[in-house]
């Protein structure tokens, strides 16, 4: 087929030789699946094992948060002294930054999921190089290559932020 895009079973799209996951796409994976160095690289059972792992992440976070709205609804405002409150609002606080870094994570894994759906997960944004599939295992939401995160990390001591 000479066509830049090619739609193969259960939905699967491949273009320029990337498969691209739609989000309708249910692929079964065998239990206890992990991705092989000795598979193609980003083939639909990979890209189905790291949209599982993302979706799992997810759930966990917005029910991690949800749990957290409810504990600030659900606590008691006028506490005895003012130790006591000033402890209160401390805890408060730093739950309100929990929940703000949960939001912050569950956009970025949105956005590696869209990656899936279009064929784009698992490629370094700056080098197009694969970005491997341990750094993925460990970091799913990870969007540049070993040596391209360094380099960024690099300029930014030089940068001074």
């Known amino acids: 087929m000479n066509s830049k895009e090619a739609t193969l079973e259960n939905g699967v799209t491949r273009e320029d030789g990337r498969y691209a996951l739609?989000?309708?796409?249910t692929i079964?994976?065998?239990?206890?699946?992990?991705?092989?160095?000795?598979?193609?690289?980003?083939?639909p059972r990979h890209l189905a094992y790291f949209r599982n792992k993302l979706r799992d992440w997810r759930d966990q976070l917005v029910e991690e948060s949800r749990q957290t709205m409810e504990n600030l609804r659900d606590e008691v405002r006028d506490?005895?002294?003012e130790a006591e409150r000033a402890t209160r609002e401390t805890e408060n606080s730093l739950e309100l930054r929990t929940r703000d870094r949960y939001r912050k994570l569950i956009s970025k894994?949105?956005?590696?999921?869209?990656?899936i759906e279009e064929g784009r997960y698992g490629f370094?944004?700056?080098?197009?190089?694969?970005i491997g599939l341990e750094r993925l295992d460990a970091r799913?939401?990870?969007?540049?290559?070993?040596?391209?995160?360094?380099?960024?990390?690099?300029?930014?001591?030089?940068?001074?932020?």
């Open 22 to 25: 739609p989000s309708t796409t």
């Open 28 to 43: 079964e994976l065998p239990a206890g699946y992990r991705p092989r160095n000795d598979e193609e690289y980003m083939n």
């Open 79 to 81: 506490v005895g002294d």
């Open 109 to 115: 894994i949105d956005k590696a999921l869209r990656r």
């Open 124 to 130: 370094c944004e700056e080098t197009d190089e694969e």
């Open 140 to 161: 799913p939401i990870a969007t540049l290559s070993l040596d391209a995160q360094e380099r960024r990390e690099h300029l930014q001591k030089q940068m001074g932020d």
